[in-house]
Antibody
Framework: QVQLQESGPGLVKPSQTLSLTCTVSGGSISSGGYYWSWIRQHPGKGLEWIGYIYYSGSTYYNPSLKSRVTISVDTSKNQFSLKLSSVTAADTAVYYC????????????WGQGTLVTVSS | EIVMTQSPATLSVSPGERATLSCRASQSVSSNLAWYQQKPGQAPRLLIYGASTRATGIPARFSGSGSGTEFTLTISSLQSEDFAVYYCQQYNNWLTWTFGQGTKVEIK
């Protein structure tokens, strides 16, 4: 059973960089065949896909966030990470990591989510 | 970007009754549509993919139908644990995957 777990600061100051890590257990990122994504949910709102990474390091980002997003992978630790720069209060959200097939991108495994608040 | 529109925003249903949720795509997504259930404080859970295939462990009372631009999630007999928010998501448009805004199913 694949499990994902987000970790990182719950409070980030405006203009700084939000950094989160997702640790995967029960399966290897290196095995291939899957995209590893970040998705966020603003308080009381819907879901917004941020971007994905493949085990090889190839990435794709939501065009609306592309200029501020970096996703990286550390296969030795079975982790992938999100960095979102120049944050504002509008980036306050619950951030989820999730897995999908690389062929059909629906999300079959999710982390529990972590709330990140942007405030001074 | 394909816009996914769900209706109604809120659905009030009594336990044991049928619930029918709709999802409309702004352009055809073929059968590349998934449904998720989200309870308060929890991550979304995959219910349906391929418009009509139940994910592993999902009870048979959940069914999905539709193709193209019109989709339906039906819960045949609502149980107490089914009161939640439901989202649809299209994955047809490569590299721009989008979700609907959600339908809240509440107790009538």
């Amino acid at each position: 059973q694949v499990q994902l777990q987000e970790s990182g600061p719950g409070l980030v100051k405006p203009s700084q960089t939000l950094s989160l890590t997702c640790t995967v257990s029960g399966g290897s990122i290196s095995s291939g065949g899957y995209y590893w994504s970040w998705i966020r949910q603003h308080p009381g709102k819907g879901l917004e896909w941020i971007g994905y990474i493949y085990y090889s390091g190839s990435t794709y980002y939501n065009p609306s966030l592309k200029s501020r997003v970096t996703i990286s992978v550390d296969t030795s630790k079975n982790q992938f990470s999100l960095k979102l720069s120049s944050v504002t209060a509008a980036d306050t959200a619950v951030y989820y990591c999730a897995r999908s097939s690389q062929y059909y991108v629906y999300f079959d495994y999710w982390g529990q989510g972590t709330l990140v608040t942007v405030s001074s | 970007e394909i816009v996914m529109t769900q209706s109604p925003a809120t659905l009030s249903v009594s336990p044991g009754e049928r619930a029918t949720l709709s999802c409309r795509a702004s352009q055809s997504v073929s059968s590349n549509l998934a449904w998720y259930q989200q309870k308060p404080g929890q991550a979304p859970r995959l219910l349906i993919y391929g418009a009509s295939t139940r994910a592993t462990g999902i009870p048979a009372r959940f069914s999905g139908s539709g193709s193209g631009t019109e989709f339906t999630l039906t819960i045949s007999s609502l149980q107490s644990e089914d009161f939640a928010v439901y989202y649809c998501q299209q994955y047809n448009n490569w590299l721009t995957w989008t979700f609907g805004q959600g339908t809240k199913v509440e107790i009538k």
